[in-house]
């Protein structure tokens, strides 16, 4: 199968590029590949592991290769040799430029950007650009994984993104200031008939024009937002609370983080649209809004390892109050990459049993997932599992 990555030379996506071309060869365990588990045997008649890496990237690198060493000299994320194992691999994997239009300060900050509007494109021509770079590529087996930084909350238009017409009308017209990336990104793989996997909190697919072209094009889609290490926990444990009958009066998650996620997320814009995704969960699970404070700070020296304090105030039997704490400690890419994986199989092999339109199912990946309230990780589980062996 082919995977094209939105944010090709970030730490998430080059991390499964090692990952997968290891576990290609059968030199790597499938540890952390969810879709590996017995509940989904079969699936690899239809996502097989066997990749093919590509995507878009706007910031420089010479290679996946040369951007996966840089990522690993700051995280030592995982053991050196393996890295050098795939060097020949991840050489031949070289980024197209992207986009990166209405991607906030958190983005610029990254530093030297190489993008397609800096060549004064229009949006027409943008798009028109990351089409011809994913029709290059792509094939029967592709599917297209977001995994680029966290954009701004989208300047949302009823005109523009409540249809397709809509949409095509704000591309024709350079409507610049209700486009993003994302969405550019999601139309033209939608449009291709390529599946997409929303793995941020930006748009992508979510609006409702891009919901429209999935079922014109008969594609599957999902996201968003992956949730792999905080609002997991939380959203495993939180339901502990309701099966007793306990209410939750408030919860304090603080997060902390380095590298360059925690340099996006340290821009107020950025931050927004990822504090929104962890915040509304305990909503979805209780059917009220305990008190909440969901704080994400930025701690360069951490770099990628992720690190979430985590208190909640409760009460039970005769209005007794009680505490709960827990933290997680966790390097994001690992728990992450292989996520990224397991979406790109499930939706490959959604399509290829004719699946089409959200699949809400997938929603077990996701900390915001489309089309449904269901954010219980335990019950999301099930619903995965039942939807495999119903659809297989």
Not at 49 to 63: C, T, Y
Not at 150 to 173: A, R, V, W
Not at 206 to 214: F, G, H, Q, Y
Not at 217 to 237: F, Q, R, S
Request: hydrophobic residues 40%; contains cysteine.
């Amino acid at each position: 199968m082919k995977i094209w990555y939105v944010g090709a030379y970030g730490i998430v996506s080059t991390t499964a590029m090692v990952g997968g071309v290891l576990i290609e060869r059968n030199e790597l365990t499938r540890t952390g590949l969810v879709s590996e588990l017995p509940h989904f045997e079969g699936i690899g008649r239809y996502a097989p592991l066997k990749f093919e890496f590509g995507g878009h990237e706007i910031r420089k690198a010479e290679n996946a290769y040369d951007a996966t060493f840089q990522h690993w000299e700051a995280n030592r994320h995982f053991e050196g040799h393996l890295l050098e194992k795939v060097r020949d691999e991840l050489e031949k994997i070289r980024a197209q430029t992207g986009t990166a239009i209405n991607c906030g300060s958190g983005v610029q900050a990254l530093g030297e950007l190489e993008t397609l509007e800096s060549e004064n494109l229009t949006l027409s021509q943008i798009v028109e650009r990351l089409d011809q770079d994913l029709r290059k590529f792509s094939d029967g087996d592709t599917v297209m994984i977001n995994s680029a930084s966290t954009e701004p909350l989208l300047n949302y238009s009823q005109q523009y993104h409540g249809s397709l017409d809509g949409f095509e009308k704000m591309i024709e017209d350079d409507v610049r200031e209700h486009a993003s990336a994302s969405i550019l990104y999601a139309y033209v793989a939608l449009k291709n008939g390529i599946p997409y996997g929303n793995f941020t909190p930006s748009a992508g697919s979510s609006i409702p024009a891009l919901k429209e072209l999935a079922i014109e094009k008969k594609v599957p889609h999902a996201g968003n937002d992956g949730k792999t290490g905080e609002t997991l926990v939380k959203t495993t444990l939180a339901p502990m609370f309701a099966y007793r009958n306990l209410r939750v009066l408030g919860w304090m998650s603080y997060n902390i983080l380095g590298d360059l996620d925690g340099l996006v997320l340290s821009h107020s814009e950025n931050r927004e649209s990822k504090v929104i995704s962890k915040d509304r969960v305990l909503e979805k699970v209780y059917g009220y809004s305990p008190f909440s404070i969901t704080q994400i700070e930025y701690f360069p020296s951490l770099v990628d390892n992720k690190t979430a304090f985590d208190f909640i105030h409760f009460e039970g039997f005769l209005g007794t109050k009680m505490k709960f704490y827990f933290i997680w400690d966790a390097i994001d890419a690992i728990v992450a990459a292989p996520l990224t994986i397991d979406i790109a199989r499930f939706l490959l092999f959604a399509k290829k049993k004719g699946e089409h339109g959200v699949i809400k199912e997938l929603g077990f990946f996701f900390k915001s997932p489309m089309d449904t309230d269901n954010v219980n990780t335990h019950s999301q589980f099930e619903e995965l599992v039942r939807w495999f062996e119903e659809t297989m």
